[in-house]
């Protein structure tokens, strides 16, 4: 959320399509303004002066224009392709060629419509112009001043929601608010999510992240999941908890795992945690204990990472970028520590070196 400071000029620009005026007969006593010569069975007229139509041509390529439509700047006469790949400036939103009129704001050149759909930002509550003293959000949805007080929160995204719910959020039971964006593919279904438990382990195998233990897997609510977890953070999406028994002097252990899921979740936030979860599981089951906390956050991280860089939706990417820029010390600078040894080792090499050791290289 950043605070958008803004100024903007409406301007016209001083390109000016034309269409020539041709001739076919001759043209009397006419010289060409190119050459000084007379003008001698058919000519061309533009802007009321006379050319041979070989010397109406353009300032770029120096080609003769011809019969074609054209564009003046400047003084300059030029033919569509020059001016419109050379001459005119690139809409910074779309970068197709300025024709017309455009908005210059800070700094950069825009085609009306770009600016007014894309740019000037509409406070998703009054729907007025936040434009010189809004704030806008992580998914670009912006809200003005006086109504950041009333903007709710969507619990996956951290994107503002309209209070009044009218866009397709939607209020759960235990009083998480999820954004349109994110409702749209919310996952509620145990067993839809057990399958895209199957899916996410796959994925990981494919990777050489094999997870071979069994474990059970319940979707809760926001009160559930802060019930298990010792330390309840906003971002938390789930817990694994693991639980060893041994008999007969420890020459027996048992290992019992259990994935608890919120309800609700977007597909590929769903697949990041699950993937983030499954790599707990394989940690409590492979790796000496109890780990660095940066480590081990940073590599359940990396899990989700890697099973969302499969993802090319634009969703998907939205949630990859959430997981590189996170500004947390364990999951953030976790994560991006992992990233750079596995870069360095290769991943499988990486899981070697954390089934002997509990504490980073770093």
Known sequence: ???????????????????????SARVEAATCTYCHQEIVNSGITVEGKPFHVEHFMCANCLKPIGEEDFYRDNGNYYDRHCYENFITDKCKYCLEPIIGKYIIFESEIYHLACFDENIDKKCLVCNESAVGGGFVDIRKNAVCRRHLDVVLDCHSCFGYVSPDLNDGSKRYSDGRIICRKCQATAVEDDSEAILIMEEVKAQL??????????FNLKFVSVQELSKLSSSYQRDQLGVTRFRKTEILAGLVSFQDFEIFILSGLPLPQLKAVLAHELMHVWQFANAPNPQNLQLCEGNCQYAAYLVLSDDDSEEGQFFSRFIEEHKDSNYGDGFRFVSAEVKKRGFKPWLEYLKVNKNPPW
């Open 1 to 23: 959320m950043f605070n958008l400071l803004v100024k903007y000029f409406l301007l016209l620009s001083t390109s000016v399509m034309l269409v020539a005026l041709f001739t």
């Open 205 to 214: 195998a494919s990777a050489g992240l094999v997870i071979e233990r069994e």
